[in-house]
């Protein structure tokens, strides 16, 4: 394993049709399953349609029959022909849906009057209307905010260009400058119909540098004699000084060792030491930006002894742990995890402070002992960042692109969204234009299927944060296009997430393979697009796993996961109120889309649902 690897290093150095299928009821309440199969469904109208409703009945029987095996039913499966959903005799009371017509004419003529109203971001509204569904976005993408993008006017400018979710680095500015930023993305989102969701990414304990005096960035030339110093200075920097956060770091260091800042980007022998004071030659020039990660080498070896002796959770990112749930962020994002326990000690605590809403923990893995302990780590988690510049400074550099590819595949597994991270795009920092090897990298993220690709200093302080958000729009919709075109949605087994267990019947494991089969069905019928009604997101999550080849339409009722919904793979969020009923969620949604544009009569969705855990292929009259 590719992360086993980098570990030691760091220690050393279906064929077409249509109908639907849904369980009786609750499986817990139930050991009934029934499939319907309908003869008039327009899929079916010609002689070689009649040989895919068979070889489609014949797939679902094996279904169905596996499920028996597994033991989901212990009874009967009744396999009937009952008039076609798009007619609306779903029968959702598990008949023969003679009397549903009524009922669901009823419904549909009085929606246009009394239906609430449905919110949608408005950027992927336009992109429906104007180009259809298969023109979304899969892969969503993170802006970092800094003094490049944090006004109204460019924070709403990123929106419209498909910023995703606004990070906040609280390695930068202060408390109530964040608190400035969360107030405007709040108002985008209020004013414009956006649904942009807020990360805070935490400091971290790990070696930093200080804030350069105040400016932006500095370079360091080759040969250039610069010195890094623990002191506390009142006034300015003197002239080629960097402070250095950690009191230890003139004790730890030796003369010949070598000292790497922000992963790479530039680098520095010491020279001698004198007293708080490093004396170091730039040996790599590059750019030295504020709060920069330090770590140094000895022997061609990292020196770690002393940052593993550092709490991953400090002092300082408590604080700003509690100024985050106080305002209500979406995820919080902690730098250098060690171990699952920092998470499940995190996670417990927001519990505590947070009770009436979910903020989802992410874990940044950017560290030797990060990839010792990947999965148990991802397991607890909510999510994951691959942080490769900070990575790629305690690894081999070789061994940075298969880490990340399986780091993105194990995510994929388990289930937790997993953001690409640093340095995408790095050279659009100072100049408008990507380099091609830029450019390959991103389409590799792409192709890996991350959830999201995120911006760093390209957008918080770099020259063009809107034509870099452009780039990774522009390539992330050619190469999901190029998976399409070469159907690469078949080319992942996904493992199961409820592994076996003496009781097989759970809503998990059902809601688990309700996902599967509807990815799968979607992907063999071509349909235009899944609707997934959920109100805590779960399902919405499980379908986004699957990466099928249509977009997902997620249907919740609450702000909160909707907004948290924006950042997986796939997922279109909408806000919705929803009803109990699944026949009155589905009229409504296609009266409601329908009036706004965004759907025709004619395009063919698979609707599932976590209130009523089913399958149904609909054709919008």
Same mark, same amino acid.
């Given at each position: 394993?590719? &992360?086993?690897?980098?570990a030691?290093?760091?220690?050393?150095?279906?064929?077409? +049709?249509?109908?639907?299928?849904?369980?009786?009821?609750?499986? $817990?309440?139930s050991?009934?399953?029934?499939?319907?199969?309908?003869?008039?469904?327009?899929?079916?109208?010609?002689?070689?349609?009649?040989?895919?409703s068979?070889?489609?009945?014949?797939?679902?029987?094996?279904?169905?029959?596996?499920?028996? /095996?597994?033991?989901?039913?212990?009874?009967?499966?009744?396999?009937?022909?009952?008039?076609?959903?798009?007619?609306? &005799?779903?029968? $959702?009371?598990?008949?023969n849906?003679?009397?549903?017509?009524?009922?669901?004419?009823?419904?549909a003529?009085?929606?246009?009057?009394?239906?609430?109203?449905?919110?949608?971001?408005?950027?992927?509204?336009?992109?429906l209307?104007?180009?259809?569904?298969?023109?979304?976005?899969?892969?969503?993408?993170i802006?970092t905010?800094?003094?490049?993008?944090?006004?109204?006017?460019?924070?709403?400018?990123?929106?419209?260009?498909?910023?995703?979710?606004?990070r906040?680095?609280?390695?930068?500015?202060?408390?109530?400058?964040?608190? #400035?930023?969360?107030?405007?993305?709040?108002?985008?989102?209020?004013?414009?119909?956006?649904?942009?969701?807020?990360m805070?990414d &935490?400091?971290?304990?790990?070696?930093?540098?200080?804030?350069?005096?105040?400016?932006?960035?500095? /370079?360091?030339?080759?040969?250039?004699?610069w010195?890094?110093?623990?002191?506390?200075?009142?006034?300015?920097?003197?002239? +080629?000084?960097?402070?250095v956060?950690?009191?230890?770091?003139?004790?730890?260091?030796?003369? #010949?060792?070598?000292?790497?800042?922000?992963?790479?980007?530039v680098?520095?022998?010491?020279?001698? /030491?004198?007293?708080?004071?490093?004396?170091c %030659?730039?040996?790599?020039?590059?750019?030295?930006?504020?709060?920069?990660?330090?770590?140094?080498?000895?022997?061609?070896?990292?020196?770690?002894?002393?940052?593993?002796?550092?709490p991953?959770?400090?002092?300082?990112?408590?604080?700003?742990?509690?100024f985050?749930?106080?305002?209500?962020?979406d995820?919080?994002?902690?730098?250098?995890?060690?171990?699952?326990?920092?998470?499940?000690?995190?996670?417990?605590?927001?519990?505590?402070? $947070?009770?009436n809403?979910?903020?989802?923990?992410?874990?940044?893995?950017?560290?030797?002992?990060?990839?010792?302990?990947?999965?148990?780590?991802?397991?607890?988690?909510? #999510?994951?960042?691959?942080?490769?510049?900070?990575?790629?400074?305690?690894?081999?550099?070789?061994?940075?692109?298969?880490?990340?590819?399986?780091?993105?595949?194990?995510?994929?597994?388990?289930?937790?969204?997993?953001?690409?991270?640093?340095?995408?795009?790095?050279?659009?920092?100072?100049?408008?234009t990507?380099?091609?090897?830029?450019?390959?990298?991103?389409?590799e993220?792409?192709?890996?299927?991350?959830?999201?690709?995120?911006?760093? +200093?390209?957008?918080?302080?770099?020259?063009?944060?809107?034509?870099?958000?452009?780039?990774?729009r522009?390539?992330?919709?050619?190469?999901?296009?190029?998976? %399409?075109?070469?159907?690469?949605?078949?080319?992942?087994?996904?493992?199961?997430?409820?592994?076996?267990?003496?009781?097989?019947q759970?809503?998990?494991?059902?809601?688990?393979?309700?996902?599967?089969?509807?990815?799968?069905?979607?992907?063999?019928?071509?349909?235009?697009?899944?609707?997934?009604?959920?109100?805590?997101?779960?399902?919405?999550?499980?379908?986004?796993?699957?990466?099928?080849?249509c977009?997902?339409?997620?249907?919740?009722?609450?702000?909160?996961?909707?907004?948290?919904?924006?950042?997986?793979?796939?997922?279109?969020?909408?806000?919705?109120?929803?009803?109990?009923?699944?026949?009155?969620?589905?009229?409504?949604?296609?009266?409601?889309?329908?009036?706004?544009?965004?759907?025709?009569?004619?395009?063919?969705?698979?609707?599932?649902?976590?209130?009523?855990?089913?399958?149904?292929?609909?054709?919008?009259p």
């Amino acid at each position: 394993m590719a &992360t086993a690897a980098a570990a030691a290093a760091c220690a050393g150095t279906g064929s077409g +049709g249509g109908g639907v299928w849904r369980p009786f009821s609750s499986p $817990s309440v139930s050991s009934r399953v029934v499939l319907r199969a309908p003869r008039s469904f327009p899929l079916f109208a010609s002689s070689s349609s009649r040989s895919s409703s068979r070889a489609w009945q014949r797939s679902v029987l094996a279904m169905v029959a596996k499920y028996k /095996k597994d033991g989901i039913s212990s009874g009967a499966v009744d396999c009937g022909l009952a008039d076609p959903a798009v007619s609306g &005799t779903s029968g $959702s009371d598990g008949g023969n849906g003679a009397a549903a017509p009524s009922r669901a004419t009823g419904l549909a003529s009085s929606f246009p009057s009394i239906a609430p109203g449905i919110d949608v971001d408005s950027v992927s509204e336009a992109e429906l209307k104007e180009n259809g569904f298969r023109s979304t976005r899969r892969t969503k993408l993170i802006c970092t905010i800094g003094p490049a993008s944090c006004g109204f006017e460019q924070l709403e400018a990123l929106a419209m260009a498909g910023m995703n979710v606004a990070r906040l680095n609280m390695c930068h500015g202060t408390r109530e400058w964040h608190r #400035g930023v969360i107030k405007s993305v709040r108002q985008l989102n209020e004013m414009k119909g956006y649904s942009v969701a807020l990360m805070m990414d &935490t400091e971290g304990s790990e070696i930093h540098m200080g804030d350069l005096g105040g400016v932006t960035s500095q /370079k360091a030339e080759d040969g250039e004699e610069w010195t890094f110093s623990v002191r506390k200075f009142d006034g300015a920097l003197p002239e +080629g000084t960097l402070q250095v956060n950690y009191e230890g770091f003139a004790e730890d260091v030796m003369a #010949g060792d070598e000292l790497v800042v922000d992963g790479g980007m530039v680098r520095f022998e010491v020279v001698d /030491k004198i007293g708080p004071d490093v004396k170091c %030659r730039c040996i790599d020039p590059g750019l030295l930006l504020p709060r920069a990660n330090v770590t140094f080498w000895r022997n061609g070896r990292l020196v770690r002894e002393r940052n593993a002796m550092l709490p991953t959770i400090s002092s300082k990112d408590w604080l700003d742990i509690d100024f985050g749930i106080s305002e209500g962020v979406d995820f919080i994002a902690i730098s250098f995890v060690k171990t699952a326990d920092v998470i499940k000690h995190l996670k417990s605590y927001i519990a505590s402070r $947070s009770t009436n809403r979910q903020i989802g923990v992410f874990a940044k893995i950017e560290s030797c002992d990060s990839l010792k302990n990947l999965e148990d780590i991802i397991r607890v988690a909510d #999510g994951a960042m691959v942080a490769r510049g900070d990575l790629g400074a305690q690894i081999p550099l070789e061994q940075v692109p298969s880490v990340q590819r399986e780091i993105v595949t194990l995510c994929r597994q388990l289930n937790k969204p997993v953001i690409v991270a640093s340095q995408l795009l790095e050279s659009m920092i100072e100049y408008p234009t990507p380099t091609r090897a830029e450019v390959a990298d991103v389409s590799e993220a792409v192709r890996q299927r991350a959830d999201a690709l995120m911006l760093s +200093g390209e957008s918080a302080m770099g020259q063009f944060p809107l034509k870099a958000l452009s780039v990774l729009r522009t390539v992330s919709l050619r190469i999901e296009r190029w998976c %399409r075109e070469q159907k690469r949605h078949e080319m992942m087994r996904l493992r199961e997430l409820s592994p076996p267990s003496s009781d097989r019947q759970t809503a998990e494991r059902v809601s688990e393979q309700i996902c599967n089969s509807a990815s799968h069905m979607a992907n063999n019928l071509g349909v235009d697009a899944i609707f997934v009604y959920t109100r805590d997101g779960h399902m919405a999550s499980l379908l986004s796993r699957c990466r099928p080849d249509c977009p997902i339409f997620a249907f919740t009722d609450t702000t909160a996961v909707r907004r948290r919904l924006n950042l997986q793979w796939g997922l279109i969020p909408f806000r919705l109120d929803l009803s109990t009923d699944m026949e009155v969620n589905i009229l409504r949604t296609f009266s409601l889309l329908k009036a706004r544009g965004m759907m025709n009569s004619g395009d063919l969705v698979i609707a599932v649902s976590d209130m009523l855990q089913s399958i149904q292929i609909r054709k919008i009259p």
